[in-house]
């Protein structure tokens, strides 16, 4: 069975801090592995994974994926209140009958506080 | 681009009654998934369909739970009879089919269901 566990569950931080979300996976036949953020409603898209070392940037927000070790790091420079949400971490197996189908971490609860 | 939709956004029942929830996906997209969330569980799976066909429904809890997707743009996620144990959030996400990696889902915002 698919196994993503992310840490810490939760992290409190003062804006203007940088913060580092730990994601770690068991899969079979690995295809991606994606970040959301979660606020009140719906789980909005943040980056896609596929390849080891290459970093995906947006704003103050960069992610990077091992292949090797089987894990992800999500960097959030000079946070600010906006950022607090979950973020959860996902994984997307190749092929078969379980295309598409995403399996999903517990999240990471980050609160800023101003 | 409506995004996908979902309704009711809250529902509030009585354990034993029939509970429907709805789902619009995005136009186009051949992907339609259900995915449940609590507290202690976070985000699982239940069901998703291909080109309105089901895939895969091992997420699903047990036979109280049924859904279908009779077109394109519609699916429904039925409870009967509902327990307390039911009550969370219930997503639909959509995604379209690209060869290679994949896409990311895109969510909608979500029934919270609450079981009395």
């Known amino acids: 069975e698919d196994k993503v566990v992310q840490s810490p569950l939760s992290l409190v931080v003062h804006e203007g801090d940088t913060v580092t979300l730990n994601c770690s996976y068991e899969?079979?036949?690995?295809?991606?592995l994606l970040w959301y953020k979660q606020e009140k409603k719906a789980p909005t898209f943040l980056f896609m994974l596929?390849?080891?070392?290459i970093e995906k940037k947006s704003g103050r927000l960069s992610s990077i994926l091992d292949k090797k070790e089987l894990f992800s790091i999500l960097n959030i420079t000079a946070t600010q209140t906006g950022d607090s949400a979950v973020y959860l971490c996902?994984?997307?197996?190749?092929?078969?009958?379980?295309?598409?189908?995403?399996?999903f971490g517990q999240g990471t609860i980050l609160t800023v506080h101003p | 681009d409506a995004g996908v939709i979902q309704s009711p956004r809250h529902e509030v029942t009585e354990m034993g009654q029939e509970v429907t929830l709805r789902c619009k996906p995005i136009?186009?997209?051949?992907?339609l998934f259900w995915y449940r969330q609590t507290m202690m569980r976070g985000l699982e799976l239940l069901i998703y369909?291909?080109?309105?066909?089901?895939?895969?429904d091992s997420g699903m809890p047990e036979d109280r739970f049924s859904a279908k997707m009779p077109n394109a743009s519609f699916s429904t996620l039925k409870i009967q009879p509902s327990e307390p144990r039911d009550s969370a959030v219930y997503f639909c996400?959509?995604?379209?089919?690209?060869?290679?990696?994949?896409?990311?889902?895109?969510f909608g915002n979500g029934t919270r269901l609450t079981v009395t």
């Open positions: 996400a959509s995604s379209p089919h690209t060869a290679g990696v994949g896409s990311p889902l895109h």
């Open positions: 996902a994984v997307k197996r190749v092929g078969g009958t379980s295309y598409g189908k995403l399996t």
């Open positions: 899969v079979t036949n690995f295809r991606s």
């Open positions: 596929t390849s080891s070392g």
């Open positions: 369909f291909n080109n309105n066909v089901p895939i895969d």
């Open positions: 136009s186009g997209h051949d992907y």
